[in-house]
């Protein structure tokens, strides 16, 4: 999905627990140079999306409701932002609660992934490039040009073929690099639609390993998802060939982590049972795949196929609040700057 702000409200039933991270045990679980947990995963929100709240509000929103601070904060930046921007730095700094950031930057949309490849925005990624190294040396998460395979145009040419998006990843990354920029953990995000996977294309968007740290994809619980095992490995009748995306990616690329870096369930109406049951699917079934290091929740009162608030209800609220309190999100401590 594709915020039109940075972060963005919404409102429910807030569990009472509060947003404070407990204790961390054991001692010995770390994250990597390439921000792996060593023991469980990251609990991660894109906080109260499209709904005009700036980052420091949403996210303190978001936390208060679900009842606990969030490992991972997921941005969106379009263009010629620079980021991240002031305020997410402070969340990131935050002195007793730090956070890592996952920034997902769509450098353009005037330009095909072709003419980025060639080089039309370089002077914007250097300038990009700049700003980090002077605002902000931690190690972050990104993600460049989410979801593309809805944006594939298999027509020679084009400019936005499957090896045009490859290409223009593989670019920016490297220009990245070139200009001194070290602490960029890349995730190449997929949408984890079973439809577009079965594409003939599909394959040649990944950029390579050199360029992508972590595998990305952004399944949503919609009428046809009934758990968090069915959210994670879709699979259609009318696609027989396809395995589902955590069989494909725990297959083409068996050493890499895995994020979900967006997931939500959509409100059913006249299903008040379904969020609470799904939530507690999550806990249940998280413990058979363990290549996923990360879930990151998409939380907005007005996301484009419908409402993936946590909490429209008390037991959705209580529900997503004994997830969130999982031992296993609460496992390894986020680097401190």
Known sequence: MIPATACSGARGAAPTATAARPTVTPQSCVATAK????????????????????????????????????????????????????????????PETPRLLLINWKPSFDHTWAEIAEGALDSRIDRLAAHL???????????????????????????MTADDYAAMFRHVVLRLRERGVRNAVTVMTYMGAPNWASQSWFERLYPGDDVVDWVAMDPYADARVADFSGLVNKTRREYAQWPGFYRWMQRRFPGK????????????????????AFF?????????????????????PRAPRGDTRFDVTPRAA?????LARDRRFHATPVPRP
């Open 35 to 94: 921000l792996i947990p060593s023991c469980g995963a990251w609990w991660g929100v894109a906080p109260e999306v499209f709904t005009g709240l700036r980052p420091r509000r949403a996210l303190e929103r978001a936390e208060r409701r679900m009842g606990r601070s969030a490992d991972i904060l997921h941005v969106y930046h379009r263009g010629s932002e620079l980021f991240p921007t002031a305020q997410e730095i402070e969340l990131a700094r935050d």
């Open 133 to 159: 190294r002077t605002r902000f040396p931690e190690r972050f998460f990104l993600t460049v040009h989410h979801e593309p395979e809805d944006d594939v145009s298999p027509a020679e040419g084009s400019g």
């Open 257 to 276: 982590p895995i994020m979900v870096a967006e997931w939500g369930a959509f409100e059913r109406p006249g299903q008040p049972d379904f969020k609470p």
């Open 280 to 300: 507690d699917s999550v806990r249940a079934q998280l413990g058979g795949y363990p290549q996923i290091k990360a879930l990151v929740y998409f939380d907005s």
């Open 318 to 322: 209580e529900a997503f609040a004994r």
